[in-house]
């Protein structure tokens, strides 16, 4: 079997693979059963921290977790069910883990579990403060180069592929065919979802390995008015589509200082997880750009107030969600600049993160490798965590002068076509919130974790 995986991983794959198949006959049962058989073939303890949480959750059958694991079974297409516990557990995370653990040992840089890029700069909206939109909308990655990417990617134990725009499926044809290509990877995308319909569903349902995040801003005045009339409509109908053919979603939601109390409402995570969404990514907004509106930056009152309710509704909601920045502690910090993800642009040009438009690195002109251990990435992972309190994780929003500084010392320049934007201007705009912020976030991490 020629798949780019060792004998070793082929054996392990197969073990894994068969315990899967056991989980229709007898979930209740078997649901334990793949944590057992991921801790014997997790020698290293790669993945230790996530099956003791897993394990936990699931044990209490009363719990909110254990129900949510269960819904896999009553709300998600068989195959896709299995197709996605194979690619994300046993090739992303076991696999995909060994392999980034031994490259990153060999090569002394870091080596993202995930890989975010643009297919395309262009959109079929033009939503208020959109940072993507400072690319300009006329760039893009041929089939071959993003092909490239993940052949690279999966040489390095990179499994999980994120596309973002841009609209990346304004390139339908393209991800369709990556993802039949290189079927043992795991693909996302974050979308405005407008493009979503029952022939693209269809071919959702066939190759089983793609999953959207949907972007929304609240309800329909709140992602109207930053996306334009219509645009909840056509989202409540893409998740109609695809909560009617068993397929896996989750949203995306940028809370600001416009819409955060709505975000983090009860309704909110109700109504998501009533349209059947699995998942929601929650970011905030980052002044990045030129055109960015700075006025839509939250308070420290609004970022503590999505802090206590992303927490409290992960003890009672069966939906799994993600803070990009309130979360920060538990995984010690940013997670940018190759350490778990990085950004590669419709230009080509390697990020350390979808908001910071600096590089030094272009996939055209150099390898993955060549990029992870660039000056600009090498400053990234000789300086990470940029604090030591975790719930001030970000070198732009919460510790400016960190970003600053290592785009001093690395010479990346900006990677923004229209408008490029200097390093210094922009972390300006995030002094005074870092330094606001920077009081709550002591505060809670002193309640969490002592003095």
């Not at 890989?115 to 939109?133: Q, V, Y």
């Not at 092909?147 to 725009?165: H, P, T, V």
Request: charged share 25%; aromatic share 12%; proline share 4%.
């Amino acid at each position: 079997m020629n798949n780019g995986k060792s004998i070793k991983e082929n054996l392990q794959s197969y073990g894994l693979r068969k315990v899967i198949t056991y989980f229709d006959s007898d979930p209740d049962k078997n649901i334990p059963k793949v944590m057992d058989w991921v801790e014997m073939f997790d020698k290293e303890g790669m993945v230790e921290k996530q099956r003791k949480v897993i394990k936990e959750a699931i044990a209490n059958k009363e719990g909110n977790w254990y129900k949510f694991t269960k819904s896999f079974w009553q709300d998600i297409d068989s195959d896709q069910r299995k197709t996605f516990f194979e690619n994300f557990i046993i090739n992303a995370t076991v696999i995909g883990g060994f392999r980034q653990s031994k490259a990153r040992a060999e090569n002394n840089c870091s080596i993202p579990w995930a890989i975010l890029m643009d297919p395309t700069s262009a959109c079929n909206l033009h939503c208020m403060g959109c940072w993507a939109a400072d690319y300009g909308n006329t760039l893009s990655m041929d089939r071959e180069t993003l092909d490239s990417i993940i052949r690279q990617g999966k040489e390095l134990g990179s499994y999980m592929y994120i596309y973002s725009g841009g609209e990346p499926l304004m390139r339908k044809q393209d991800i369709i065919y990556l993802c039949e290509k290189h079927s043992d990877c795991m693909f996302l995308a974050f979308t405005n979802g407008t493009l979503i319909d029952e022939a693209f569903a269809d071919e959702m349902l066939r190759v089983k390995n793609f999953v959207p995040a949907i972007s929304v801003e609240g309800f329909e005045e709140a992602t109207d008015s930053r996306r334009g009339a219509g645009t909840y409509k056509a989202v409540i109908r893409a998740m109609d589509i695809l909560k009617e053919r068993k397929l896996i979603f989750g949203f995306s939601a940028c809370y600001t200082s416009k819409n955060t109390e709505v975000i983090g409402s009860e309704e909110f995570f109700d109504e998501m997880i009533n349209k059947g969404a699995k998942f929601g990514w929650f970011f905030t907004y980052m002044p990045v750009g030129k055109n960015a509106v700075p006025e839509l930056m939250v308070t420290p009152e609004q970022r503590e107030f999505m802090y206590h309710q992303v927490r409290k509704f992960r003890s009672t909601k069966p939906l799994f969600t993600l803070d990009f920045w309130n979360d920060g502690e538990y995984i010690n910090g940013c997670i940018a600049g190759g350490r778990c993800y990085l950004h590669i642009s419709a230009n080509g040009d390697i990020e350390p993160c979808a908001f910071i438009h600096y590089s030094d690195s272009n996939i055209k002109e150099k390898t993955l490798l060549e990029a992870y251990k660039s000056s600009l990435f090498m400053q990234y992972h000789n300086n990470q965590p940029f604090n030591c309190n975790h719930l001030r994780p970000c070198p732009l929003l919460d510790n400016p002068e960190k970003l600053a500084q290592m785009v001093d010392a690395s010479g990346a320049v900006s990677t923004e076509v229209k408008i490029p934007e200097d390093v210094h201007d922009l972390t300006a705009k995030c002094v005074n919130a870092a330094a606001n912020w920077a009081v709550t976030a002591d505060k809670l991490w002193s309640q969490s974790h002592g003095s």
